[in-house]
Nanobody, 121 residues
Framework: QLQLVESGGGLVQPGGSLRLSCAAS????????IGWFRQAPGREREGISC???????YYADSVEGRFTISRDNSKNTVYLQMNSLKPEDTAVYYC???????????????WGKGTVVTVSS
């Protein structure tokens, strides 16, 4: 069964760090583009980062310089290192995979169920 499972969310103080993991089963994550998306309460889902072998990495302006996406093919896992977290980073974070070179929110093939990140003092 094809599945993506996120982990690593939690409660962190402003300025802190978290590392999210996205583990795949049933397919290999290097088959296309893997993206991280987030949805805050009352807001639309936002694509924040993407990684693909052919296009490299992408970051939304809101996380550029603070978040880093990476992939460990041996573990079939994609990571999102989040530093200098802000209260506005509070959201449910999802990973998604697409058999393509770029991430597109409404065209991703597989989605995880999400992990909650709360940034608060």
């Amino acid at each position: 069964q094809l599945q993506l499972v996120e982990s690593g969310g939690g409660l962190v103080q402003p300025g802190g760090s978290l590392r999210l993991s996205c583990a795949a089963s049933g397919f290999t994550l290097n088959y296309g583009a893997i993206g991280w998306f987030r949805q805050a309460p009352g807001r639309e889902r936002e694509g924040i980062s993407c990684i693909s072998s052919s296009r490299g990495t992408y970051y939304a302006d809101s996380v550029e310089g603070r978040f880093t996406i990476s992939r460990d093919n041996s573990k079939n896992t994609v990571y999102l290192q989040m530093n200098s977290l802000k209260p506005e980073d509070t959201a449910v974070y999802y990973c998604a995979a697409r058999r393509s070179t770029i991430c597109k929110d409404n065209e991703m093939d597989y989605w995880g169920k999400g992990t909650v990140v709360t940034v608060s003092s």
